[in-house]
């Protein structure tokens, strides 16, 4: 399919109006809890120990328990386990429980605020066993939790030989990187509505961000064929990956209670439960082993990245595959050895989170880099330049480089924007004898875009777009908008293919009895992958209407939209559905875990300048630069701003925002004591944009979404040791992390 050129009136590029803006600005914008049932309010009977075996369920007096609905393990009429990768996480506990906060019993009642009481009347015996709540514990296997070895995924990936290089090398450098787990905290809650029966199916409406994810997990869960299960997504305030997955496990609560009442039943978390028993990014350790010379030549690095999974696997094996694919960054290095880990604990299980494993095993890199070039007596930027990777080079997966981008320019580009050099003398001239200091650092990264290798190829993505009355278009896809701005783009792509106005095309809201399955709203894929195969199916429709003959080569908007009604009154239904072909030349072995593991990457260089009061050890970032190569961008200020968000997002990630646990559970579960950052407490954040168009995006864009989650946190932290010195290895770094190393 041809794309006609680029006009000068074209939307792509330009800062056009949010399509759901109106509704929500004006309060027509419906969320899950705005949505009235006729029906039951559910809640959920979770576990209090980290792991054992439930003896009995003991329901106290005083509760009107005949008014109830009660749902346990015993009352799922299919399978019980959440469908996703590894079979092994059910719905309800059937006599063991191995994390706290897991699901045992589910209650419904037409008043809500009974079913508060009513939990708290239950009690549940355990015989208690032996849990595990960190990673070195896990990976010893002493206590057995999961399976044979605690381990949910391993992969081991290698180029060149590492094992030959040490003795080549002036320098061997060593050191170990940890990283927290982080809380989501989008601002709506978890929410599901559900209607269900045995002669019409199970019908869900929800805040989510795959809405084809809690269809297929819902599928064995009641034994139904697909078309008796549906799956619609509200409005929904945010995702950031905490509604991946688990909107699957509330949603079958909620279907659950509603096929044993036989009534909508309607359960919405409240902030409290949804902190502590949902997802978190996983916590991760990685140890680095660098042989380097002495002019900064990189010659090898061995890596060993584990990350924490939580009870069951969930998605931690892809999140291991991104963490581990990104480990070695982009750097052009001859010899890579990366032994990577996802192991079990007794905790909540870990999740998707933006960025998906890739600011773990970054932030271990790009610190450990500077402590490199400190020894080497380099400067961070020398040694990067030294190492940097070029087209026509492979990296640790042996993909070669051909995008065009030079991460030489964009890190001259961004120190100069930034007046590095000058500023990093100057401060370490201000610093002596100073007790407020101030520091200034950076880092250097890359994000793959889409699924990794194959993964695209195989989900077969699927994208329509259909003509309605009066001559109106319409974008039927899953893709979720949850705030990042997707109405919008696909609206502006479907324009640019159809040379009309984004007025003219609507997007159909998510809703697997009448939209494709295009993929999940994940992975920095939404609009260079699924943008893409809306492009392709507007001109698809323009082609269609061009060869019957409803319109001319130049057309105004106006007869386009009296062609398209036209022909549904000649033909009815005017529908085009096209599916993802893999670009030419991706090739994968998801066994050696070789090849290419993306179509393409965002390039990136973000610097950081921080104050630290060496009094309170307090630090607050003052100005954060952040420059980035993603193809075309389509809509400069929806761009920026997931910059900006993501950023922000990843600044509490370095140096607010510690989870801290408790046998496993989340102890500062409340947003009183779990702190992140205010408005107040972020600097201006400076977005810069490169552009080198993708060949295989719609007019060139890449995915932007997961990307500045990678660079903030290393770069805040490697500012923070020009400033003091402290080589902290570890985030978030809190202001008594500093204090304990200035000691």
């Known amino acids: ?315 931690s094996s892809v999140v291991l595959s991104r963490g581990t694919i990104h480990a070695a960054g982009p750097y052009n290095i001859p010899h890579v050895r990366i032994d990577a880990k996802a192991v079990a604990t007794n905790s909540p299980p870990h999740g998707a989170f933006r960025g998906f494993g890739a600011p773990q095993s970054i932030f271990a890199l790009e610190r450990h880099l500077d402590q490199i070039a400190k020894k080497l007596n380099m400067t961070p930027e020398d040694l990067r330049k030294k190492n940097f990777i070029k087209d026509g080079e492979k990296t640790a997966t042996g993909q070669t480089i051909n995008e065009g981008v030079s991460m030489n320019a964009l890190l001259d580009r961004a120190l100069k924007h930034t007046d590095f050099q000058n500023k990093r003398r100057q401060f370490s001239l201000d610093n002596a004898n100073k007790k407020i200091k101030k520091g200034i650092g950076f880092a250097s990264f890359m994000h793959g875009s889409g699924f990794t290798g194959s993964g695209e190829k195989y989900l077969a993505s699927k994208v329509g777009i259909q003509v309605v009355d009066g001559g109106r278009v319409q974008v039927l896809a899953a893709s979720t908008e949850i705030g990042q701005g997707t109405n919008t783009i696909f609206s502006q792509i479907a324009a640019d293919a159809l040379s009309v106005s984004p007025d003219f095309v609507e997007i159909f809201q998510p809703d697997t009895k009448y939209v494709p399955n295009s993929g999940p709203t994940v992975a920095s894929r939404t609009t260079m992958v699924v ?68 179509g393409s ?46 950023v922000a997002q990843a600044i509490g990630y370095a140096i607010y925002e510690k989870v801290r646990w408790k046998d496993g559970r989340m102890a500062n579960g409340t947003m009183t004591n779990y702190i992140m950052p205010t408005s107040s407490d972020l600097p201006k954040i400076e977005v810069l944009f490169e552009e080198v168009p993708y060949a295989y995006g719609p007019r060139g864009a890449k995915g932007i979404g997961e990307l500045p989650m990678d660079g903030p946190a290393p770069a805040i932290l490697n500012a923070v040791a020009m400033a003091t010195g402290h080589e902290i290895k570890a985030i978030p770094m809190l202001p008594e992390d500093l204090m304990r190393a200035s000691l």
């Open 531 to 598: 943008g893409k195969l809306v492009q392709s199916a507007a001109i698809g429709l323009r082609q269609t209407l061009q060869k019957e003959g409803y319109i001319k080569e130049n057309y105004r908007e106006e007869e386009l939209r009296q062609a398209c009604a036209k022909y549904v009154r000649d033909n009815g239904d005017l529908k085009i559905i096209v599916e993802y072909q893999q670009p030419p030349g991706i090739n994968w072995n998801d066994e050696t875990y070789q090849g290419d593991a993306y």
């Open 1 to 315: 399919m041809t794309l006609p050129p680029e006009k000068p009136d074209s939307p792509i590029g330009k800062a056009i109006l949010r399509k759901e803006g109106p509704r929500k600005l004006t309060g027509q914008s419906k969320y899950i809890d705005d949505i009235e049932f006729d029906g039951l309010h559910g809640i959920t009977v979770r576990s209090t120990i980290p792991r054992g075996k439930i003896k009995e369920i003991h329901f106290g007096k005083n509760i009107p328990w005949s008014e109830f609905t009660i749902v346990t393990a015993k009352d799922i009429p299919g399978k019980n386990y959440v469908a996703l990768i590894l079979q092994d996480q059910p719905f309800l506990a059937d006599g063991v429980v191995n994390h706290p906060e897991e699901p045992i019993l589910l209650l419904a009642h037409p008043n809500k605020y009974m079913l508060e009481r009513a939990r708290q009347a239950i009690t549940i015996e355990y015989e208690k066993l032996p849990p595990i709540f960190e990673i070195e514990d896990s990976l010893k296997a002493q206590t057995k939790i999961w399976g044979e070895d605690n381990i949910f995924k391993s992969y081991l990936l290698e180029k060149g030989s590492i094992d030959s290089i040490w003795n080549q090398a002036d320098l061997i450098i060593e050191d170990e990187y940890y990283t927290g787990a982080q809380e989501q905290l989008y601002i709506e809650n978890n929410g599901m509505v559900a209607v269900a029966n045995s002669e019409e199916g199970v019908t869900i409406w929800g805040s989510m961000q795959c809405p084809y994810y809690v269809h297929k997990a819902l599928l064995p869960l009641f034994g139904l064929s697909e078309d008796k299960i549906r799956i619609i997504q509200t409005e929904t305030g945010g995702g950031f990956g905490g509604k991946e997955e688990y909107p699957s496990m509330i949603a079958g609560h909620a279907a659950l209670l509603a096929w044993k009442s036989g009534k909508a039943v309607k359960i919405i978390y409240d902030r409290a439960e949804d902190m502590v028993a949902t997802t978190k990014r996983h916590p991760s350790r990685t140890r680095h082993k660098t042989a380097v010379m002495k002019d900064g030549r990189i010659l090898g690095m061995d890596i060993q990245f584990v990350i924490d999974g939580g009870a069951y696997a969930t998605l």
């Open 601 to 646: 990457y965002a390039w990136a260089i973000y610097v950081a300048e921080v104050t630290i009061d060496t009094t309170t050890w307090e630090t607050k970032v003052d100005h954060f630069t952040a420059l980035q190569e993603v193809g075309r961008v389509i809509h400069p200020i929806l761009a920026a701003g997931q910059i900006e968000g993501g």
